[in-house]
Protein backbone atom coordinates (compact mmCIF):
# COMPACT_ATOMS: atom_id res chain seq x y z
CA UNK A 1 0.00 0.00 0.00
CA UNK A 2 1.43 3.47 -0.94
CA UNK A 3 2.67 5.89 1.78
CA UNK A 4 0.09 8.64 1.88
CA UNK A 5 1.30 12.44 1.03
CA UNK A 6 1.80 14.23 4.12
CA UNK A 7 -0.05 17.41 4.50
CA UNK A 8 1.69 20.23 4.61
CA UNK A 9 -0.34 23.29 6.99
CA UNK A 10 0.70 26.14 4.73
CA UNK A 11 -0.92 24.52 1.71
CA UNK A 12 -3.88 24.01 3.91
CA UNK A 13 -3.89 27.54 4.42
CA UNK A 14 -3.81 28.47 0.82
CA UNK A 15 -6.54 26.10 0.37
CA UNK A 16 -8.56 27.56 3.12
CA UNK A 17 -8.21 31.47 1.72
CA UNK A 18 -9.51 30.78 -1.35
CA UNK A 19 -12.29 29.09 -0.47
CA UNK A 20 -12.77 32.68 2.03
CA UNK A 21 -11.47 34.58 -0.69
CA UNK A 22 -14.30 33.71 -3.31
CA UNK A 23 -16.95 33.71 -0.77
CA UNK A 24 -15.92 36.66 1.48
CA UNK A 25 -14.37 38.32 -1.14
CA UNK A 26 -16.02 37.28 -4.37
CA UNK A 27 -11.90 36.42 -5.96
CA UNK A 28 -10.16 33.72 -6.84
CA UNK A 29 -6.68 35.32 -6.32
CA UNK A 30 -4.44 34.48 -3.85
CA UNK A 31 -2.22 37.62 -3.39
CA UNK A 32 -2.15 40.40 -1.64
CA UNK A 33 -3.77 43.64 -3.40
CA UNK A 34 -2.06 46.60 -4.52
CA UNK A 35 -3.99 49.71 -2.84
CA UNK A 36 -3.48 52.94 -4.64
CA UNK A 37 -4.22 56.49 -2.78
CA UNK A 38 -7.60 57.03 -3.93
CA UNK A 39 -8.78 53.25 -3.35
CA UNK A 40 -10.47 52.77 -0.35
CA UNK A 41 -9.24 50.74 2.05
CA UNK A 42 -12.46 48.28 2.73
CA UNK A 43 -13.57 45.17 2.08
CA UNK A 44 -15.53 45.72 -0.80
CA UNK A 45 -12.62 47.08 -3.04
CA UNK A 46 -10.52 44.12 -2.26
CA UNK A 47 -11.08 42.40 -5.79
CA UNK A 48 -10.34 45.87 -7.36
CA UNK A 49 -6.70 46.41 -5.32
CA UNK A 50 -6.12 42.64 -6.50
CA UNK A 51 -6.45 43.54 -9.88
CA UNK A 52 -4.46 46.82 -9.49
CA UNK A 53 -1.78 44.01 -8.24
CA UNK A 54 -2.10 41.83 -11.18
CA UNK A 55 -1.58 44.86 -14.01
CA UNK A 56 1.13 46.26 -12.34
CA UNK A 57 3.12 42.65 -12.98
CA UNK A 58 1.56 43.07 -16.71
CA UNK A 59 3.19 46.32 -16.69
CA UNK A 60 6.64 45.43 -15.78
CA UNK A 61 7.07 42.25 -17.92
CA UNK A 62 10.21 43.30 -20.64
CA UNK A 63 9.80 43.65 -23.92
CA UNK A 64 10.21 40.64 -25.77
CA UNK A 65 9.22 38.12 -23.07
CA UNK A 66 6.66 35.73 -24.81
CA UNK A 67 6.85 32.20 -22.31
CA UNK A 68 6.56 32.48 -18.96
CA UNK A 69 6.62 29.75 -16.58
CA UNK A 70 4.28 30.88 -13.22
CA UNK A 71 6.16 29.31 -10.14
CA UNK A 72 2.99 28.29 -7.47
CA UNK A 73 0.32 29.44 -9.51
CA UNK A 74 -2.34 29.71 -6.67
CA UNK A 75 -5.92 29.10 -8.03
CA UNK A 76 -4.42 29.89 -11.84
CA UNK A 77 -6.54 33.41 -12.29
CA UNK A 78 -3.42 35.54 -12.72
CA UNK A 79 -1.84 32.72 -15.34
CA UNK A 80 -5.32 32.92 -16.88
CA UNK A 81 -4.91 36.82 -17.17
CA UNK A 82 -1.27 36.37 -18.65
CA UNK A 83 -2.51 33.69 -21.21
CA UNK A 84 -5.68 36.19 -22.51
CA UNK A 85 -3.04 39.03 -22.70
CA UNK A 86 -1.02 36.59 -25.38
CA UNK A 87 1.87 34.76 -23.36
CA UNK A 88 2.40 31.38 -23.70
CA UNK A 89 2.05 30.45 -20.22
CA UNK A 90 3.19 26.89 -18.07
CA UNK A 91 2.36 26.53 -14.60
CA UNK A 92 4.08 25.17 -11.28
CA UNK A 93 1.55 24.02 -9.00
CA UNK A 94 2.38 22.03 -5.80
CA UNK A 95 -0.94 21.57 -4.35
CA UNK A 96 -3.39 19.08 -5.60
CA UNK A 97 -6.32 20.89 -4.73
CA UNK A 98 -5.53 23.84 -5.91
CA UNK A 99 -4.58 22.30 -8.85
CA UNK A 100 -7.86 21.55 -9.80
CA UNK A 101 -8.86 25.05 -9.59
CA UNK A 102 -6.48 25.78 -12.22
CA UNK A 103 -7.00 22.97 -14.28
CA UNK A 104 -10.75 24.00 -14.46
CA UNK A 105 -9.91 27.89 -14.87
CA UNK A 106 -7.48 27.48 -17.61
CA UNK A 107 -7.61 23.55 -19.09
CA UNK A 108 -5.80 22.94 -21.65
CA UNK A 109 -4.23 26.37 -22.20
CA UNK A 110 -1.61 25.63 -20.10
CA UNK A 111 1.05 23.05 -19.09
CA UNK A 112 0.77 22.49 -15.77
CA UNK A 113 3.85 20.50 -13.68
CA UNK A 114 2.25 19.36 -10.46
CA UNK A 115 5.23 19.32 -8.17
CA UNK A 116 7.34 21.39 -5.76
CA UNK A 117 9.84 24.06 -7.95
CA UNK A 118 12.57 22.37 -6.37
CA UNK A 119 11.27 19.12 -8.02
CA UNK A 120 10.46 20.28 -11.33
CA UNK A 121 12.38 18.70 -14.25
CA UNK A 122 11.54 19.36 -17.49
CA UNK A 123 13.38 20.40 -21.25
CA UNK A 124 11.17 23.46 -21.53
CA UNK A 125 13.00 26.80 -21.67
CA UNK A 126 11.14 30.10 -20.82
CA UNK A 127 11.86 33.82 -21.36
CA UNK A 128 11.07 34.81 -17.93
CA UNK A 129 10.39 32.91 -14.44
CA UNK A 130 7.52 34.58 -12.25
CA UNK A 131 7.23 33.95 -8.37
CA UNK A 132 3.81 36.23 -7.43
CA UNK A 133 4.03 35.78 -3.66
CA UNK A 134 5.40 32.27 -4.19
CA UNK A 135 9.24 33.39 -3.82
CA UNK A 136 8.83 32.91 -0.05
CA UNK A 137 7.87 29.50 0.24
CA UNK A 138 11.04 27.78 -1.80
CA UNK A 139 14.69 28.32 -0.43
CA UNK A 140 17.14 30.91 -2.39
CA UNK A 141 19.79 28.92 -3.23
CA UNK A 142 17.12 26.27 -4.67
CA UNK A 143 14.84 28.77 -6.64
CA UNK A 144 17.24 31.28 -8.24
CA UNK A 145 19.70 28.24 -9.43
CA UNK A 146 16.92 26.41 -10.46
CA UNK A 147 15.42 29.21 -12.59
CA UNK A 148 18.66 30.20 -14.25
CA UNK A 149 18.60 26.64 -15.27
CA UNK A 150 15.11 27.23 -17.27
CA UNK A 151 15.70 30.50 -18.40
CA UNK A 152 16.20 31.18 -22.20
CA UNK A 153 19.26 33.25 -23.07
CA UNK A 154 18.45 36.62 -21.59
CA UNK A 155 16.26 35.58 -19.84
CA UNK A 156 14.50 37.57 -17.01
CA UNK A 157 13.25 36.29 -13.42
CA UNK A 158 10.39 38.45 -11.87
CA UNK A 159 9.53 38.16 -8.36
CA UNK A 160 6.99 40.19 -6.37
CA UNK A 161 6.86 39.13 -2.91
CA UNK A 162 7.94 40.44 0.88
CA UNK A 163 10.61 39.86 2.70
CA UNK A 164 11.97 39.98 6.68
CA UNK A 165 13.79 43.18 7.20
CA UNK A 166 16.63 43.31 9.87
CA UNK A 167 14.42 44.77 12.85
CA UNK A 168 14.41 44.18 16.71
CA UNK A 169 11.00 42.30 18.11
CA UNK A 170 9.16 39.24 16.56
CA UNK A 171 6.78 40.31 13.60
CA UNK A 172 3.35 38.49 14.10
CA UNK A 173 3.08 37.53 10.55
CA UNK A 174 5.68 34.90 9.53
CA UNK A 175 6.77 33.93 6.21
CA UNK A 176 9.39 35.92 3.81
CA UNK A 177 13.38 35.64 3.29
CA UNK A 178 15.67 37.67 5.02
CA UNK A 179 15.83 40.94 2.56
CA UNK A 180 19.42 41.32 3.00
CA UNK A 181 20.43 37.76 2.35
CA UNK A 182 18.51 37.53 -0.32
CA UNK A 183 20.60 40.64 -1.56
CA UNK A 184 24.54 38.89 -0.69
CA UNK A 185 22.94 35.52 -2.17
CA UNK A 186 21.74 37.08 -5.68
CA UNK A 187 24.84 39.58 -5.99
CA UNK A 188 26.98 36.02 -6.21
CA UNK A 189 25.01 35.14 -9.48
CA UNK A 190 25.09 36.06 -13.55
CA UNK A 191 21.95 38.13 -12.85
CA UNK A 192 21.81 41.57 -13.05
CA UNK A 193 18.94 44.17 -11.24
CA UNK A 194 16.75 45.72 -13.61
CA UNK A 195 14.09 47.02 -11.35
CA UNK A 196 13.67 47.12 -7.66
CA UNK A 197 10.44 48.72 -6.78
CA UNK A 198 9.22 48.88 -2.86
CA UNK A 199 5.41 48.75 -2.85
CA UNK A 200 5.18 48.01 0.96
CA UNK A 201 3.09 50.93 1.18
CA UNK A 202 1.01 49.73 -1.23
CA UNK A 203 0.25 46.37 -0.19
CA UNK A 204 0.54 46.89 3.45
CA UNK A 205 -3.40 47.70 3.89
CA UNK A 206 -4.47 44.26 2.59
CA UNK A 207 -3.07 43.10 6.05
CA UNK A 208 -5.93 45.46 7.79
CA UNK A 209 -8.71 43.77 5.59
CA UNK A 210 -7.63 40.53 7.16
CA UNK A 211 -7.33 41.62 10.56
CA UNK A 212 -10.91 43.25 9.97
CA UNK A 213 -11.91 39.43 8.78
CA UNK A 214 -10.59 37.96 11.91
CA UNK A 215 -12.17 40.39 14.04
CA UNK A 216 -15.48 40.25 13.28
CA UNK A 217 -15.96 36.44 11.78
CA UNK A 218 -12.88 34.34 12.76
CA UNK A 219 -12.52 35.19 16.72
CA UNK A 220 -16.02 34.98 17.53
CA UNK A 221 -16.61 31.26 15.78
CA UNK A 222 -13.14 30.74 17.52
CA UNK A 223 -14.55 31.67 20.79
CA UNK A 224 -17.60 30.24 20.42
CA UNK A 225 -16.60 26.53 19.48
CA UNK A 226 -14.26 26.73 22.44
CA UNK A 227 -16.69 27.59 24.83
CA UNK A 228 -19.24 24.99 23.63
CA UNK A 229 -16.34 22.34 24.09
CA UNK A 230 -15.63 23.85 27.65
CA UNK A 231 -18.83 23.52 28.86
CA UNK A 232 -19.91 19.80 27.36
CA UNK A 233 -16.44 18.49 27.38
CA UNK A 234 -14.63 20.10 29.81
CA UNK A 235 -11.74 17.20 30.46
CA UNK A 236 -11.35 16.74 26.67
CA UNK A 237 -11.21 20.59 25.99
CA UNK A 238 -8.47 21.02 28.56
CA UNK A 239 -5.93 17.80 27.24
CA UNK A 240 -6.39 19.44 24.08
CA UNK A 241 -5.74 22.29 25.06
CA UNK A 242 -2.46 21.42 27.09
CA UNK A 243 -1.37 18.59 23.90
CA UNK A 244 -1.42 21.78 21.58
CA UNK A 245 -0.27 24.74 23.96
CA UNK A 246 2.24 26.00 21.94
CA UNK A 247 0.19 26.26 18.91
CA UNK A 248 -2.61 27.89 20.45
CA UNK A 249 -0.17 30.29 22.04
CA UNK A 250 0.91 31.21 18.38
CA UNK A 251 -2.63 31.68 17.35
CA UNK A 252 -3.80 33.39 19.90
CA UNK A 253 -0.52 35.89 19.41
CA UNK A 254 -1.22 36.17 15.77
CA UNK A 255 -4.86 36.33 15.65
CA UNK A 256 -6.40 37.21 18.85
CA UNK A 257 -4.49 39.76 20.06
CA UNK A 258 -5.12 42.13 16.95
CA UNK A 259 -1.16 42.76 16.11
CA UNK A 260 -1.61 41.35 12.42
CA UNK A 261 -1.96 44.99 10.85
CA UNK A 262 -0.89 47.27 8.59
CA UNK A 263 1.56 48.47 10.77
CA UNK A 264 3.09 45.62 11.78
CA UNK A 265 3.53 44.08 8.52
CA UNK A 266 5.12 47.38 7.43
CA UNK A 267 7.68 47.55 10.83
CA UNK A 268 9.14 43.49 9.85
CA UNK A 269 8.44 43.12 6.28
CA UNK A 270 9.62 44.79 3.08
CA UNK A 271 7.16 44.09 -0.17
CA UNK A 272 9.06 44.27 -3.21
CA UNK A 273 8.70 43.82 -7.14
CA UNK A 274 12.22 42.87 -8.45
CA UNK A 275 13.19 41.82 -12.13
CA UNK A 276 16.72 40.49 -12.80
CA UNK A 277 17.85 39.57 -16.15
CA UNK A 278 20.70 36.76 -17.04
CA UNK A 279 24.03 38.55 -17.84
Same mark, same amino acid.
Given at each position: ?????K??F???????????????????Y?H??????????D????????????????????????????????????A??L???????????????????????? #???S?? *??????? =??? %???? /? !?I??????????V???????????????????C??????????????? #?????? *??????? =??? %???? /? !????K??????????????????????????????????????????????????D?????????A??????????????K??
Open positions: MPKKRVDKEIGLDVGLILAKQFYKTELYGYWTDELEVAGNVYQAQENYANLILEHIPDGVKSILDVGCGAGKFEKLDAGYEVDCVSPSPNLTRHVKALI #GDRRI *FECGYED =LNT %DRRY /D !MLFSESFQYIPKSSLPQSIRFLNPKGFILIDFFRKDVEGTSPIGG #GHDLKE *FYDYVST =LEL %DLIE /D !MDITETAPSIDIVDDFLTQTAVPIYNLIFYALENNFPRLTAFIKWKFKKRFEKIYKYLQRKTNDSFSRFKSYHLLVYMR
